[in-house]
Nanobody, 116 residues
Framework: QVQLVESGGGLVQPGGSLRLSCAAP????????MGWYRQAPGKQRELVAQ???????NYADSVKGRFTISRDNALNTVSLQMDSLKPEDTAVYYC??????????WGQGTQVTVSS
């Protein structure tokens, strides 16, 4: 079982910022795409952002220009900087490590709540 350890969720006011981080085992991190998904109550899990092994990024339209995904290959971590947060960003955020449909791993999830 691959362990992905997330940190950084919490409560923030609209317009505020949060940074999520996810640590992965080195043998996984080097060869997997890393990403963040989120799931709001009553909704399906959706891709927020993904970064390839060579640093190419992909974002959901709803977060483009506000969120930034990055990976630190020395520390085996992937981070999601979330700025200009909106109430509709409220969800449980999951770290993901993807190589193929079988080799696809998830973190335990971290709650992000955007509310005044």
């Amino acid at each position: 079982q691959v362990q992905l350890v997330e940190s950084g969720g919490g409560l923030v006011q609209p317009g505020g910022s949060l940074r999520l981080s996810c640590a992965a085992p080195g043998n996984i991190f080097r060869i997997y795409y890393m990403g963040w998904y989120r799931q709001a109550p009553g909704k399906q899990r959706e891709l927020v952002a993904q970064i390839t092994t060579d640093g190419k990024t992909n974002y959901a339209d709803s977060v483009k220009g506000r969120f930034t995904i990055s990976r630190d290959n020395a520390l085996n971590t992937v981070s999601l900087q979330m700025d200009s947060l909106k109430p509709e960003d409220t969800a449980v955020y999951y770290c993901n490590a993807y190589r193929n449909p079988v080799l696809n791993h998830w973190g335990q999830g971290t709650q992000v709540t955007v509310s005044s």
